[in-house]
């Protein structure tokens, strides 16, 4: 025979009394493991800062109301074939307002702050419909290597994409729309120690050239892609040694992804280190073809 005996009340509120503090002990650790991990990334990110002038886009030369436009000679693969297109880096200053996080129409504002604009545009023919992509990078101007935020578009004949990613202080958060089965639409949070591979051609502008430097970063992979897929992110390894292009000295810099993905960016040597040539893992190609200074949005006179 068992015989049960009733459990005092007593011990039954011991035991629920130490299962709340267990909880609450484990809900402690989880906060204190999130919020170290939070401030070790930031702490990996920041150390970028050594390889990098602070002060490169601080120079007077982009305060002078115009935006430098690029215009290279561009090859990408779509649909198993090389396409050649013209493909456009745009780079200018401007202030953006804390209040809705876009470049400002008021600066009596007393919440702006300065941020560089890189927006990357191509139009690429297929056999059958063109695609369009436009991203744009915005990075904080006393700090090349650090992305304030960016957004990436495509629009082609089957349907449109577009994904955002924004500083949401201890991580990155990316939203996206995709029309592709399995993504749709949502978000997903980023870690916040990497570099973005489309803000490649404006960031490594400001390294500080030697035919010594190397270094590790984190880089997430292409963004200017019609998909949403969650993406990958790499310890790339990255280094530059001097070169030519032309006859005139340059700097090229290798950004070794992993050991079967590397990207070659070449930059002028002089300031404001004009981005010359890219070579990507995946075939990408980019080269100069013309660069001028002006005022893009202005209506030209007739």
Known sequence: MIIRYPM?????????????IAIGLSGCSSQGTNLTSAQSQ?????????????AWAM???????????????ASRTVYNKVRHFDYTIITVKEDFNKA??????????????????V????????????YHYLTSVFVHRSRPWALHKLTASSQE?????????????????????????????????????????????????ALRFSDTLQFEANVLELQQTNKASEPLIYKAHIASIKTQVNGKPAWQV????????????????????????????DGRTLQLKKISRYAYWENPEI
């Open 8 to 20: 005092p009340k007593y011990f039954l509120l011991f035991c629920l009394l130490c299962s709340g």
């Open 42 to 54: 930031q702490k990996d990110y920041n150390i970028l800062q050594e390889y990098f002038n602070a």
């Open 59 to 73: 120079d007077t030369l982009w305060d002078d109301g115009l935006a430098e436009v690029a215009i290279y000679d």
């Open 100 to 117: 809705h996080n876009v470049k400002t129409d008021d600066y009596t504002r007393d919440d702006l702050f300065p941020v560089m604009k």
């Open 119 to 130: 927006n990357e545009f191509a139009r690429i023919e297929t056999d059958n419909y063109p």
């Open 157 to 205: 004949w089957c349907g449109n994409t577009f994904k955002s990613i924004t500083d949401a202080s201890s991580v990155f958060r990316q939203h996206f729309n995709s029309y592709f089965d399995g993504q749709g639409e949502g978000s997903r949070e980023l870690p916040k120690n990497i570099l973005i591979e489309d803000q490649l051609p404006y960031t490594l502008r």
């Open 254 to 281: 290798k950004v070794q992804l992993d050991k079967d993905k590397q990207n070659i960016y070449t930059f002028d040597a002089r300031y404001p280190n004009h981005l010359l040539q890219q070579q990507t893992w």
